[in-house]
């Protein structure tokens, strides 16, 4: 399996416009989590989708911010509009279903989002 | 809210030492807990996964343990290399399907 694929890898926009980050998770994962990394919060949990539903997005951290599972291999997290402030970089990580103790997620490579 | 503290924070050594990285949390009703690696630019490798009945859980070189009641996860690495230089992450898991909540992470360097 090619793991957890994430485009585009970089992204720079200006402040103001839409930005659209794509994520397909591994085959038969039937959870879907997006992550944001900053240097100054470290990372964070923004939303989780469990058989293309989401069930938290208590750290979506604002109206700007939203995501869709519209099928099991296919998410997008959309920022209209950015800001500077979300410049970062956000990861999206897949599991598997019948989660059991060692059970994990796993990560793909992220995305570097640099809001000018 | 869990939270995850990570110390030190960063921490360079020469190569061949033995070190520990440390990792607190104040949940301690968690599922289980796992110490994932980061390098440059790329996404975390989970390395060792600890289910909240054990103790401890060894791979090769890297061994960590898990104090559950004190909320406390150590990662011991024996005999570093520079290879293993990059950023720990600590993350204890809330259970089941849940995100997971991590620590700012080490930032460690071996040194040739």
């Known amino acids: 399996d090619a793991g957890v694929i994430q485009s585009p890898r970089h992204e720079v926009t200006e402040m103001g416009q839409e930005v659209t980050l794509r994520c397909k998770p591994i085959s038969g994962h039937n959870s879907l989590f997006w992550y944001r990394q900053t240097m100054m919060r470290g990372l964070e949990l923004l939303i989780y989708f469990n058989n293309n539903v989401p069930i938290d997005d208590s750290g979506m951290p604002e109206d700007r911010f939203s995501a869709k599972m519209p099928n099991a291999s296919f998410s997008t997290l959309k920022i209209q509009p950015s800001e500077p402030r979300d410049s970062a970089v956000y990861f999206c990580a897949s599991s598997p279903p019948y989660l059991g103790p060692t059970d994990t997620q796993y990560f793909g490579p992220g995305t570097r989002l640099t809001v000018l | 809210k869990q939270e995850v503290t990570q110390i030190p924070a960063a921490l360079s050594v020469p190569e061949g030492e033995n070190l520990v990285l440390n990792c607190s949390f104040t949940?301690?009703?968690?599922?289980?807990l796992q110490w994932f690696r980061q390098d440059p630019g790329k996404g975390l490798t989970s390395l060792l996964l600890i289910q909240s009945s054990q103790r401890e859980q060894t791979s090769g070189r890297l061994n960590a343990s898990l104090d559950k009641s004190s909320g406390r996860s150590t990662l011991y690495i024996a005999a570093s290399q520079p290879g293993d230089s990059a950023t720990y992450l600590c993350?204890?898991?809330?259970?089941?399907?849940?995100?997971?909540?991590f620590g700012k992470g080490t930032h460690l360097i071996i040194q040739p």
């Open positions: 993350a204890p898991s809330g259970g089941g399907a849940d995100g997971l909540t």
């Open positions: 949940d301690s009703a968690i599922y289980n």
